[in-house]
């Protein structure tokens, strides 16, 4: 048993020894231990150093709002720092480590950063490290070397580049009643809620319900409370209509009654059993929240108070009410409220020694009074501690005549003997997620405390967190929050019967005691009482600009300490009220979430991965897979020993030799169904579509409203109301909704159907002079005879047992055919297709040949449709109907937008034999090293197994003008730059004799 | 001695740093000044500043309805970078980029300019295509830019998934090595003090509340603290742009407010040390000097003045930064907030002389108001004095809808949440 | 935030893709007035308060929606399906 | 008649995965659906489409958001959106029969035989399964037995039915099959699960 380690008392399970390290040191702790109450128990008073000036810091706190005790965890494999040591459950082999220290928490270099001192105020890096203006280290220079030192000083906790190997997951509810805090309050609210028949989900943040009164010591309904928090949490558990989440954190209140919750659901357990998560992020989504969570108590301002052994009054109380831990052999108290005098007592009961209670109120009630008895000692009134003896652990607190109404401070200062020091300076109700559902706090100045805005959504407060600071009215509260969110008037029931406290929690607003040395408001940010006068002095005096200035509030506790403590000093600087100084909005996280609980299911797995129904075929037969959005498509077939460049020339010329086939299902395919399908597509296209004769298909442009060119396809009409249109690959997703805002919004009246048709067909281009001869070895049920199948012609058919269609068009230039069959029969007809074609070679290809050949006869595609150019950049004058109107038509003749000097389609070929480069640009000056302004840049190249040269597509100004004229490609990224002569962009087969052949 | 420097922090230690005078005055409104700008914000006093410093106007308020500094200034991930695809941008980012060079210089206050560099990663052939088309653009506009391929990123950004394997494998990226990050504050306080040393008015808690005219030309405001005249009215509020311009009768505007969230993880040791964006989606993420990883993503996609962020865009930035840095899944979020962007419909920025006679705007900054800061008040301050644009402006008409000549760096066309 | 669709009910807003302004007006198709096409594609009141907006039910029903939400705190005060069968046929 | 592959790939196969060794609690498969049909009404044909699909298929079906019926021949419908209905069954010619049952006047068929693929999941634990990854609340008052709709997971757009107190069933575009049914897998591991 430790030194520190009451041998009876608090729900510990002192028969269970947990084996733990810190810095390398192993513990003991007990089953039912925090990390901070197993090293108090320990005697382990320093635990970390501070973020600026690397003062040690012990541990200050028992929950969520510890600012100094900061370390971190080594778990499977992985470092997990800033986690405070307040919030981890002791287990087996739990390894921690110290943080901010070098070479060791004892001994640390950084530590000398005390020695600047003033010099290090608040906001001294605004003024200084700008270096000198001229010279080798002018500019940006000197300071960039003084960060990087600054850096590596500042930060907490190292964090690991390996991949966090955890499991997260996302878990959606719904629920009548949201009852946010498990203690005394929210379990009655629950309670009543789930009664009257509500689905209710309490949270709580901790291991277990019942907060306060798990360590208070109370009775209520004559058993000790945390027994009758056992109670009726069991009574809960057993309803069908709760579902109670401990170790979870209700960190957000979005819009909506949405709430973000975070649930630890295996941090305590030595290994996360395989298949489960780490920790789970829920949204709740509540018709109505009952907000019970709380209040956080608030340490007093005073020189030295950072000192390791300076603690809460209420977190001494815990530790020994909960943990059996005294936090020394010695505690004083220093408080300007009541509530210290029940940590005196506590302190008294688990064993251990009170030594003084210093209280900066002139008189105290009789229950403070019997309490301090109890404790045994005589309070000092009227007093407070203005400093602080020993380094890393306190060894004395000294203490002065001190008069709450005028501040100052008299007689002699002396000092009294101790290794504990517990502070308190009243509660402040936690009202972080009241303020971010929207609504402004209000300072209560009797109170001393900033209370719950009017509520802008649907919540209900209950308990503490209203300010009210008993157990009598926490419980009503709490029961009354609960009828109220089943909208029931309150209950007169007898509620369960709990001593009235007659204790005075309304501090004296004394939040700061002024004297020598540093008195610390933002512990871990390391920002005094005098940094936050200065700030005022600088004119720094609003709430935003104090925290942006000094820093106040911004650490990882989110100022949770510190917040009421910085406005209380700040609107004494300006001899102001604590509301004219102002509050900041909370924003979520109320605290921090680990970044991959809110990935979620997406961490490992960013983005879904679309397979064509070839996808298999295509690894199998050795293609190499290229990203296209979601989809994966093969970019060439490289055989062995084969470069991509070499497969693809290779099956670029087997297709214009004779005969290829490419996968094309990931093109879009939108059904257009109705008697106004026609009167649809004309609006939508820039050329016409009701003109369409059934049984063919048409290549059609869109535009957007803007007139700027929007995507590109075919459209075949199936029947006389029945169109099916393709697009991009890119642009399926945005094109079908283009088309559904134009049918619910612009043309209601249209009776149109759309559905997208992309995953039920695969579709397969075959392309090359054999084309033709290869369907007629397959296809049956048809002819493919440029009779029965002209060119945009579409026929019905089978291919070995499976129903096709197929449509005579060319991307390639080629004579070329898209056969379309259902695409749980595409691996079937894509390997009947093959098999027909043996005879000629066939040669499936993939991306990159599809780019050449497109690029050869000059297609246009994502890289000119870039969203920058017009119908006429692309030469596409021709698709513009004069006829008619269609969308785009109203400003697409803007004069910017047909200027003739934009960039507009051109084709370039290399003069140097090397390759072009997608994204070189194009300059009219051989000068390598000045190529002076670009005109223009290449969207497209390849090798030309047509033309045997490297060639390319590009976007330059003048267009056609420059037909025939010299350029350089200027290519710096790439280092390449090389001479070019601009052409017409059609390379191959101009007059399409090849495809309609 | 600089007002600021080591040595005069050394003489205010010694005397407990009781001596520093505030950053800037609190005076009371004029009832006349030279030029009004509306909008204490980076633009506003930026603006104010380069009005007093180049051109001699130093009889300006500046009139902001909150605390100076409030808006987007103080609410960006403070990205500060040249690097766009069209030359009308690149020669308006670039010069900016100059003047943050020297702007701690200028200022004597230091803004932590740090030129860590920053790296887009682009994730497909086609992408470091248009990634290279880009960075060629920069090149030949004399702006520095460089090509990366994976093992060079690998080296230079440890933590990477630089894996063929990774849902999105890296194909290289765009380095700008000259662009980097700045403390967002120190830029607004910086501005406002070297602005006040030279006797332009900083008016807080001033909210103009209407126009006073005298026809159609604008004359003045009305404020919160009274009427104030003035020869030359200017605004730069970005995410109030809609709103200030309804008081002065003008009802609709090329502009949505949208509101964009920003995110801050605990403070670690260094970790990343360049500006990182991710390609297969929309991420930005770069760490503070303090050591808190600051990131962002996408627009919340909808109309806003709220301030707020919803949940799902939050989801989508963690999912996508735990892919680009598979070990950053570990850390945790501390704090998320939302900032007003003006979206305006091509993506670029309005700094023009007009819509009214005696009115001078400054809007339409979208994400990228930040970097913009200098060249926005430098152009915005030579608009407003000399009554014609700056060359770097020019191009930044209202006009440019009319004409067509929309400067769309995404290509996206006129859908605010697309930009 | 959960927008109440008229035929799925109450979805998360992820669900949902926002479509702008739906108090513009397109003008007639054949209207040659530069202005009007302008003033319908580039300028948008953006009002500060309550917003008439289409939004898609993009990952549900597909329908488009008329929305008034309050752009200053993303309060949603009605919904309604732009197309008059977004109920169809009798309630369940 | 030519056989469908399957879009699941090779890794879908029978057996006991994730964490169960105190007993699979969900069971995942992929159904055999031969014909998949996407029915819409024009505006005021609801019911006329309603009527005609419960005609041609011998289902209690009614119009109305979210309404679903099923038979005993395994034909099941249900709405996923106005006026518009998922029907499946297990005949391959399913499209032709609702074509002919449903004339142009009442609406528009579309035949999704090959493009959507479909996955059940029964079990005490599907509806904890699913509710990782839809925001719908599955309970059983929100969302009866045969009842159905639309929603998506991020990118991918699944609609579903629940076919029973613990059975439901996900369709979804084939394309997205596998990587959907990896993440339901994925999902179901904590609780353990079986593909059959």
């Known amino acids: 048993m430790s030194p520190r380690r009451t041998s009876a008392g608090g729900s510990i399970d002192r028969t269970r020894t947990i084996r733990f390290t810190f810095d390398g040191e192993a513990h003991t702790g007990h089953a039912g231990d925090t990390l901070a109450s197993a090293l108090l128990a320990n005697g382990v008073s320093l635990v970390g150093r501070s973020f600026k000036y690397h003062r040690p810091r012990g541990v200050f706190s028992a929950g969520v709002d510890e600012p100094n005790a900061l370390v971190t965890i080594l778990r499977e494999g992985v470092r997990e720092p800033n986690i405070p040591a307040t919030q981890i459950e002791l287990h087996d082999g739990l390894r921690a480590e110290s943080q901010n220290r070098f070479p060791s928490l004892a001994w640390d270099f950084g530590a000398l950063n005390q020695l600047g001192g003033r010099l290090l105020g608040a906001g001294f890096y605004y003024k200084t490290f700008m270096g000198p203006v001229a010279g080798p280290l002018k500019g940006t220079r000197f300071w960039m070397m003084c960060e990087h030192v600054i850096r590596r000083a500042a930060g907490l906790g190292r964090a690991d580049y390996e991949a966090d190997p955890s499991r997260y997951e996302h878990m959606n509810a719904f629920c009548d009643v949201l009852v946010v805090g498990g203690g005394i309050a929210g379990l009655m609210a629950a309670e009543a809620a789930a009664k009257a028949g509500k689905r209710v989900i309490l949270a709580e943040q901790e291991k277990q319900t019942g907060g306060f009164a798990r360590w208070s010591g109370e009775t209520i309904d004559a058993k000790p409370a945390d027994a009758w928090a056992a109670e009726i949490t069991a009574r809960l558990s057993a309803l069908d209509n709760v579902r109670l989440l401990t170790r979870t954190a209700v960190w957000g209140y979005y819009d909506g009654n949405t709430l973000a919750a975070l649930e630890r659901v295996n941090d305590h357990v030595a290994r996360t059993p395989k298949g489960h998560p780490r920790q789970r992020h829920w949204t709740i989504r509540a018709g109505t929240v009952v907000l019970a969570t709380g209040a956080l108590e608030r340490p007093i301002v005073f020189p030295g108070n950072d000192c390791p052994g300076v603690m809460l009054a209420g977190a001494v109380r815990r530790y020994a009410g909960e943990f059996g831990v005294l936090p020394g052999e010695k505690t004083v108290l220093f408080t300007n409220n009541d509530s210290a005098y029940q940590a005196a007592a506590a302190i008294r009961r688990a064993g251990g020694h009170v030594a003084a209670i210093v209280d900066v109120r002139k008189q105290i009630g009789d229950e403070a009074t019997a309490l301090a008895t109890e404790a045994g000692v005589v309070p000092l009134t009227g007093h407070a501690i203005v400093g602080t003896k020993g380094g890393k652990a306190l060894s004395g607190a000294v203490v002065q005549a001190f008069d709450a109404d005028t501040g100052r401070l008299s007689g002699e200062a002396r000092p009294i003997d101790c290794d504990s020091l517990a502070v308190s300076g009243g509660w402040q109700p936690v009202i972080h997620l009241a303020s971010q559902a929207g609504g402004k706090p209000v300072w209560d100045a009797e109170k001393q405390a900033f209370l719950p805005p009017e509520p802008t959504q649907r919540w209900i407060g209950a308990g503490a967190f209203l300010g009210e600071t008993g157990s009598v009215e926490a419980l009503a509260s709490g029961r009354n929050a609960g009828l109220k969110s089943a909208d029931k008037r309150p209950s007169r029931a007898k509620l369960p019967e709990t001593a009235p406290s007659a204790l005075d929690l309304t501090p004296a607003p004394v939040l700061e005691i002024r004297g020598k040395g540093k008195a610390f408001v933002d512990f871990q940010h390391d920002v005094t009482a005098d940094d936050v006068r200065l700030a005022h002095r600088e004119g720094f005096v609003s709430v935003e600009h104090l925290k942006r200035y000094t820093t106040l509030g911004m650490a990882t506790d989110q100022g949770k300490t510190s917040n009421v403590p910085g406005l209380a000093i700040m609107a004494a600087a300006r001899g102001i009220e604590i509301p004219q100084a102002g509050t900041t909005r909370f924003r979520p996280p109320f605290s921090p979430v680990a970044i991959g609980a809110l990935a979620a299911e997406r961490y490992g797995d960013l983005k879904p991965e679309r397979l064509t129904p070839l996808h298999d075929w295509h690894e199998e037969h050795g293609a190499e897979m290229t990203p296209a959005g979601l989809w994966h498509r093969p970019l060439a077939y490289a055989g062995a020993g084969e470069t991509v460049e070499q497969a693809y020339i290779r099956e670029a010329s087997a297709v214009r030799r004779s005969v290829g086939l490419v996968d094309v299902s990931t093109l879009g395919k939108i059904a257009v169904k109705g008697p106004d399908a026609a009167t649809f597509l004309d609006r939508v296209y820039t050329n016409t579509f009701s003109t369409l004769k059934v049984g063919k298909a048409r290549y059609g442009l869109m535009l957007r409203e803007d007139g700027l060119v929007f995507d590109d396809g075919t459209t075949w009409r199936l029947g006389e109301t029945d169109f099916l249109m393709t697009t991009t690959t890119a642009n399926a997703g945005p094109v079908m909704q283009h088309l559904e805002y134009c049918l619910d919004i612009l043309w209601p009246d249209l009776k149109v159907h759309l559905t997208s048709v992309t995953d039920q067909w695969a579709g397969a281009a075959i392309a090359g002079p054999k084309a033709r001869a290869v369907l007629e070895r397959c296809v049956t049920g048809t002819a493919v005879d440029n009779d029965a199948l002209p060119f945009m012609g579409i026929v019905h058919g089978e291919i070995d047992g499976a129903p096709v269609m197929i449509c005579r068009l060319s991307f390639s230039g080629e004579l070329a055919y898209e056969v379309y069959c259902g695409a749980g029969h595409g691996v079937h007809v894509w390997e009947a297709l093959l098999e027909a074609g043996e005879p000629f070679g066939i040669t499936p290809y993939g991306m990159e040949a599809l780019g050449a050949l497109r690029i050869e006869k000059g297609h246009v595609t994502g890289a000119e449709i870039d969203g920058r150019t017009t119908a006429r950049d692309l030469y596409l004058d021709g698709m513009l109907s004069k006829k008619k109107s269609f969308i785009g038509s109203g400003l697409m003749d803007r004069p910017a937008l047909i200027d003739r000097n934009r960039l507009r389609l051109v084709g370039v070929v290399s003069l140097d034999g090397q390759p072009l480069g997608g994204g070189a640009h194009l300059v009219e000056s051989g000068n390598r090293d000045e190529p002076g302004d670009s005109i223009g840049h290449v969207t497209g190249y390849c090798y030309s197994p047509a033309l045997e040269k490297y060639i390319g597509l590009a976007l330059v100004k003048g267009g056609k003008t420059r037909h025939g004229t010299r350029a350089f490609l200027s290519d710096p990224l790439r280092k390449r730059f090389g001479q070019v002569e601009i052409v017409s962009h059609h390379f191959f087969d101009p007059d399409g004799e090849r495809m309609h052949g | 001695m600089a007002e600021y420097s080591a040595l005069s922090l050394l003489k205010n230690a010694l005397s407990g740093n009781r001596d520093w005078k505030p950053a800037w005055r609190k005076p009371d409104p004029k009832p006349n000044y030279d030029v009004i700008i509306i909008g204490g914000g980076g633009h506003g006093l930026a603006t104010a500043y380069y009005l007093a410093a180049m051109h001699g106007i130093t009889n300006v308020a500046v009139l902001e309805k909150g605390w100076l500094g409030s808006g987007n200034i103080g609410r960006n991930t403070t990205i500060v970078r040249s690097n766009y695809l069209l030359p009308e941008s690149i020669r308006f980012y670039e010069h900016s980029m100059k003047l943050w060079e020297n702007l701690s210089h200028e200022l004597n206050y230091n803004v932590m300019f740090s030129q860590r560099g920053v790296l887009n990663l682009a994730h497909s052939p086609g992408q470091a295509d248009d990634y290279i088309r880009r960075g060629n653009a920069m090149r030949h506009d004399g702006v520095d830019a460089e090509w990366l391929t994976p093992q060079e990123i690998s080296r230079r950004v440890p933590g990477l998934d630089v894996s063929g394997s990774a849902r999105f494998p890296i194909a290289g990226g765009l380095l700008q090595p000259r662009a980097g990050t700045a403390r967002h504050d120190a830029v607004a306080w910086g501005y406002a003090r070297a602005a006040d040393r030279r006797g332009v008015d900083m008016i807080e808690n001033c909210e103009v509340t209407g126009f006073l005219r005298d026809g159609d030309r604008i004359i003045g405001v009305t404020t919160t603290r009274g009427d104030i005249r003035a020869k030359k009215v200017a605004m730069a509020v970005a995410g109030s742009t809609g709103q200030v311009l309804k008081r002065a009768g003008v009802d609709t505007f090329p502009i949505e407010s949208h509101v964009l969230q920003a995110f801050v993880s605990e403070a670690i040791k260094p970790f990343v040390n360049c500006v990182v964006t991710f390609g297969a989606g929309h991420l930005y993420v770069s760490q503070s000097d303090k050591g808190g990883l600051v990131f962002g993503g996408s627009l919340d996609f909808y109309n806003s003045y709220a301030q707020r962020g919803n949940l799902p865009v939050a989801e989508d930035v963690m999912s996508e930064i735990c892919a680009m840095f598979p070990s950053v899944a570990r850390l945790r979020l501390l704090r998320s907030w939302g900032g007003i962007m003006d979206m305006s419909m091509d993506g670029s920025p309005i700094i023009t002389k007009g819509p009214l006679p005696g009115l001078y705007l400054n809007c339409g900054w979208c994400y990228g108001g930040f970097k913009a800061t200098p060249a926005s008040g430098y152009s915005f301050a030579w608009t407003i004095a000399k009554d014609e644009p700056h060359a770097i402006n020019a191009p930044f008409t209202l006009s440019r809808f009319e004409r067509g000549a929309v400067i769309n760096e995404a290509g996206q066309g006129p859908t605010p949440k697309l930009h | ?92 | 008649m030519v056989e469908r592959a399957s879009p699941l790939g090779s890794d879908f196969r029978p057996g006991s995965y994730g964490d169960f060794a105190n007993g699979a609690e969900v069971t995942i498969l992929e159904l055999d659906r031969a014909g998949i049909v996407e029915a819409t009404a024009w505006p005021g044909q609801e019911k006329a489409l309603c009527e005609a699909l419960a005609g041609a298929c011998n289902l209690r079906l009614s119009a109305g958001s979210g309404n679903g019926a099923a038979n005993r021949e395994g034909v099941c419908a249900f709405n996923i959106g106005p006026g518009r209905f998922l029907v499946s069954g297990p005949r391959e010619t399913l499209a032709g029969q609702l074509e002919s049952a449903v004339p142009d006047t009442i609406g528009t068929v579309t035949d999704l035989s090959h493009g959507r693929t479909v996955l059940g999941i029964e079990g005490p634990k599907a509806e904890w399964v699913l509710a990782k990854l839809f925001a719908l609340d599955f309970a059983s008052a929100a969302f009866p037995v045969h009842s159905g709709c639309a929603t998506a997971h991020h990118e991918i757009a699944v609609q579903i039915q629940r076919r029973g107190e613990k059975r439901f069933e996900l369709y979804v575009s084939r394309s997205f099959a596998r990587s959907f049914a990896n993440t339901l897998r994925r999902a179901a591991e904590d609780v353990g699960y079986t593909i059959k």
């Open chain 3, 1 to 92: 935030m959960l927008i109440d669709c008229p035929h799925c009910g109450p979805r998360d807003l992820a669900e949902f893709s926002y479509q702008g302004d739906a108090t513009r007006t397109r003008p007639d198709p054949a209207s040659t007035d530069t202005q009007a096409w302008l003033d319908y594609v580039y300028n948008r009141p953006n009002p500060a308060g309550r917003h008439r907006e289409y939004w898609q039910h993009t990952g549900g029903c597909r329908a488009h929606l008329v929305v008034e939400r309050d752009t200053l705190t993303h309060e949603i005060h009605a919904v309604a399906p732009v197309r008059g069968n977004a109920k169809s046929g009798d309630a369940a």
